[in-house]
């Protein structure tokens, strides 16, 4: 494929195969991925269990690399990186968000943000600055000097949005981040991340299996057995049959 240079493409995935050794045995997972994301984009990777949607979240944030075909983001192309200059490029540009939020039981929530600004040569007082902002835009000032376990499920999610968000990256890429969340919590978790997106103009790539998960997002990519699933059955109605939730409007 070949993809035209265009600037409102953040992301361009190109003819991305990726293959797990198991022992002796191959295990291809994708097979020949070509997509995109634009700059500003809110998009939901879907499709089932097993289908590589993780494999490919995890190419396109730069935590592994494609066996063939490549991948570049806002105009570097990082399947092609060493490890050490990738491992570089991530911590930049790139905010994770987990299912189960990777805190340290041992930091407080001020401390799980600042972690990612310890990598840059900033002054204490702006670092104080950046993780305070970021804390209140997540609504949990009055949580600085909690440890993850004494905060709820939504507020350890909170913390981990706010730590995707301190090194303002480019990129903010969500798995499953409502996935062991109850439907309340998830719902508030999911307008925040509307809020990311709408407010702070950040370009999301959020996996899910979950439809009204994947309702908040502008465009949706479907993986199947590790093809893109094209066109017309890229929709939440026929990815979730019988889903009744809130009207999706494609945004292609
Ligand atoms: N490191 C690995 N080594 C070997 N096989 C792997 C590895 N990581 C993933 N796989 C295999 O690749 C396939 C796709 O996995 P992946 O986690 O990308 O799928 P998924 O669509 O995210 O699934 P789920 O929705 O269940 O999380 C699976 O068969 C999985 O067992």
Redesign the pocket.
């Known amino acids: 494929m070949i993809t035209p240079p265009t600037d409102e493409r953040l992301v361009v995935v190109d003819g991305v195969r990726k293959t797990?050794m198991?022992g002796a045995t191959e295990?291809p997972?994708l097979h020949g991925v070509d997509t995109h994301l634009n700059r500003g984009e809110f998009v939901s990777l879907i499709?089932p269990?097993?289908?590589?949607?993780?494999?490919l979240l995890n190419l396109i944030a730069g935590l592994d690399r494609p066996t063939q075909g490549s991948i570049t983001i806002d105009g570097q192309k990082i399947s092609h990186m060493d490890e050490s200059p990738l491992a570089r490029w991530r911590s930049t540009n790139v905010g994770f968000i987990f299912q189960f939020y990777h805190l340290i039981p041992v930091l407080t929530a001020y401390e799980n943000v600042e972690l990612p600004l310890l990598l840059y040569n900033l002054s204490a007082k702006r670092r104080r600055e950046q993780v305070l902002n970021a804390l209140e835009l997540v609504g949990l000032s009055h949580r600085l000097t909690h440890r993850p376990g004494h905060m709820s499920g939504g507020e350890q999610q909170r913390v981990g949005i706010a730590r995707a968000l301190v090194t303002d990256p480019v990129l903010i890429v969500a798995d499953e981040p409502t996935g062991d969340l109850d439907g309340h919590t998830s719902e508030e978790i999911l307008d925040l991340l509307g809020a990311v997106h709408e407010d702070m103009k950040k370009t999301i790539l959020l996996?899910t299996?979950d439809p009204a998960a994947a309702s908040r997002a502008g465009r949706l990519i479907r993986?199947d057995s590790g093809h893109i699933v094209a066109g017309a059955a890229n929709t939440l109605e026929e990815a979730f049959p019988g889903w009744s939730g809130a009207t999706y409007e494609s945004a292609h």
């Open positions: 797990y198991r295990v997972v499709g269990s097993g289908s590589g949607k993780s494999t996996v299996h993986l």
